[in-house]
Nanobody, 124 residues
């Protein structure tokens, strides 16, 4: 079955960096667009970043542009989210997701497979 496993979350001070990874199995990874979403307590899940199957199309939420970088390695079936200049408002559970039809869509309903999430906490 399809599995998406996130790692790399943790506690970091404001201004610091973290790199999230999402390892995929059970699907033809290179055929899927991949996305990162996040959900803070009491808030709805929100789009963070997405990358097309080839890496040629990338989208970011306005709130993370210039600070976060999404990338993928199709040989390793892994998608990454490099997060720099972290702010307390970035605190959330971060999820990776796979979209078999899109090229970097931003709506969570377009993604059919989800990981279990990894906690990112940014202290002020």
């Amino acid at each position: 079955q399809v599995q998406l496993v996130e790692s790399g979350g943790g506690l970091v001070q404001a201004g610091g960096s973290l790199r999230l990874s999402c390892a995929a199995s059970g699907l033809t990874f290179s055929s899927y667009a991949m996305g990162w979403f996040r959900q803070a307590p009491g808030k709805e899940r929100e789009f963070v970043a997405a990358v097309s199957w080839s890496g040629g199309n990338i989208n970011y939420a306005d709130s993370v542009k210039g600070r976060f970088t999404i990338s993928r390695d199709n040989a390793k079936n892994t998608v990454y989210l490099q997060m720099n200049s972290l702010k307390p408002e970035d605190t959330a559970v971060y999820y990776c997701a796979a979209d078999p039809y899109g090229s970097g869509r931003t709506a969570h309903i377009d993604y059919g497979y989800w990981g279990q999430g990894t906690q990112v906490t940014v202290s002020s």
